[in-house]
């Protein structure tokens, strides 16, 4: 079964066989770091998800739709958690949209690689 990420209610083209990376990233309190023997000290204050995801070949359309979902500063996610292996909807925002262009199909370009980073608000 295929990934299901849909970004502001619109489904995204398939990711690459491997190329979804859910991740929950530590913020630390500010007082965190090594005290003088070497003991880490400080509080998780929260815990945030990032996607790393790389699309299969991309069509000039599904880029677009792809570059369309990203462009506002925040939007919403849905994604399955590998948490609790549920759907859920987190507000993010998008790091560079990486769009390669492989070649032209009719005068139309294919885009192989494209990647892109979000990161919860």
């Given at each position: ?56 070949p991309l069509t ?23 948490k609790t292996g ?36």
């Amino acid at each position: 079964m295929a990934a299901s990420i849909t970004i502001g209610g619109v489904a995204m083209p398939e990711p690459k066989l491997n190329g979804l990376k859910i991740s929950r990233n530590k913020i630390w309190s500010k007082n965190a770091g090594r005290g003088a023997d070497g003991t880490m000290t400080g509080d998780i204050i929260a815990r945030k998800w990032k996607l790393e995801i790389e699309f299969l070949p991309l069509t000039d359309a599904q880029m677009a739709t792809v570059e369309a979902a990203v462009e506002p500063a925040f939007f919403n996610v849905t994604f399955r958690s590998p948490k609790t292996g549920k759907n859920i909807t987190v507000n993010m925002y998008a790091g560079d949209l990486t769009c390669p262009v492989y070649t032209y199909v009719g005068g139309k370009p294919r885009y192989v690689g494209v990647t892109v980073n979000l990161i919860e608000k």
